[in-house]
């Protein structure tokens, strides 16, 4: 007989992974945490026009950066950069090092390349 899950048990289950990262470019490491639902669908807004549809202007510009800051965590799970100013200035630190932590972050938030090339209109 199949048991199912209640929805004070599903609310209460702590269900976000995380993944410490050693990025040498920045001399330690980072955690990275995976995107709650609604913390994604409010990231890919960011590159998807009003209709749902089109792609904005800038296309993928600063992908990179506001994944890394939207995943980039301190050991109490908090997110880092908040600020449009922070996230543009991480988005001027090294490429390689900014690709280490979107990796990751992609993996542990099931974001493929195919959603990826669907954000940039392919």
């Known amino acids: 007989m199949t048991t199912y899950l209640s929805a004070e048990q599903i609310l209460g ?4 992974g995380y993944e ?10 980072v955690r990275v945490r995976e995107m709650p639902g609604t913390e994604r669908d409010k990231f890919e807004s960011h590159f998807v026009g009003k209709d749902g549809a089109s792609v904005r202007a800038e296309g ?7 994944l890394a800051a939207a995943t980039i965590v301190d050991a109490d799970g ?6 449009v100013a922070e996230v ?4 001027e630190k090294s490429a390689k090092a900014l690709q280490r932590v979107c990796d990751v972050a992609m993996r542990l938030s099931k974001m493929s390349d195919e959603d990826v090339k669907e954000l940039a209109g392919n």
């Not at 289950?13 to 976000?16: A, E, R, S």
Request: charged letters at 40%; a neutral charge; glycine letters at 12%.
């Open 88 to 91: 543009k200035r991480l988005g």
């Open 20 to 29: 410490d990262v050693e990025v040498p470019e920045w001399g330690g490491t």
């Open 60 to 66: 993928l510009e600063g992908f990179r950066a506001r």
């Open 13 to 16: 289950t702590d269900d976000l």
């Open 78 to 83: 908090k997110q880092m950069f908040r600020s």
